[in-house]
C-alpha cells in the first residue's frame, strides 16, 4: 500500500514537470512513459549507484560557484550592472574553460574536491579571462546604448 500511494505522487511530479517542459497538455502520455522509464531504470538497480551519482554531483557542481565568485569580485569587482542595461555575449569561454579544467581537478586531485574544484575554478576563470584578454578576445559584456 505504502509503495502505491508513494509512486502516485511520484507520476504526479514527473507527470507535471514533463508536461511543463514538453510544453504539452498530453499528461496522460508523459505520466505512463515516466511510469515506464521509472521501471525499466528499477530493474536495472539504479538505486546501487545513487551514493556515486551524489558525490559525482559533489564533484562538479562546486565549480560553477567557484566561477560565479570570480567572475563577481574579479571581473565586476563587486558590482553587477542591471540586467537591462547590459548586453550579454553568447558564451563566456573563460568560464567554460575554467570549469572544464576545475571539474578535472576537483575529479582527479586527492583532498576534498568540492573545495579543490571552487579554487581551481576561481584560479581558472582569472587566468583564462586574463589570456583571452591578451589575445584580443575579451570577454567583456557590452552595456545597451540608451
Not at 511530479?13 to 522509464?37: D, E, K, P, Y
Not at 557542481?61 to 547590459?86: C, M, S, V
Request: glycine fraction near 10%.
Amino acid at each position: 500500500m505504502a509503495l502505491r500511494v508513494s509512486d502516485d505522487n511520484n507520476f504526479l511530479t514527473f507527470s507535471v514537470a514533463g508536461c511543463n517542459f514538453l510544453r504539452t497538455q498530453n499528461r496522460r502520455l508523459i505520466t505512463i512513459c515516466g511510469a515506464v522509464v521509472g521501471t525499466v531504470l528499477g530493474l536495472m538497480r539504479i538505486d546501487l549507484y545513487l551514493v556515486q551519482f551524489l558525490l559525482l554531483l559533489g564533484t562538479l557542481i562546486p565549480p560553477i560557484g567557484g566561477i560565479i565568485i570570480a567572475d563577481f569580485f574579479y571581473k565586476h569587482r563587486g558590482k553587477y550592472t542591471l540586467l537591462e542595461q547590459t548586453h550579454f555575449r553568447k558564451f563566456n569561454w573563460a568560464g567554460i574553460g575554467a570549469y572544464v579544467l576545475a571539474s578535472l581537478i576537483a575529479f582527479f586531485s586527492p583532498g576534498v574536491p568540492p573545495i579543490n574544484g571552487i579554487i581551481a575554478a576561481v584560479v581558472g576563470y582569472i587566468a583564462f579571462d586574463k589570456v583571452l584578454s591578451l589575445l584580443g578576445h575579451s570577454q567583456d559584456h557590452a552595456p545597451v546604448k540608451a
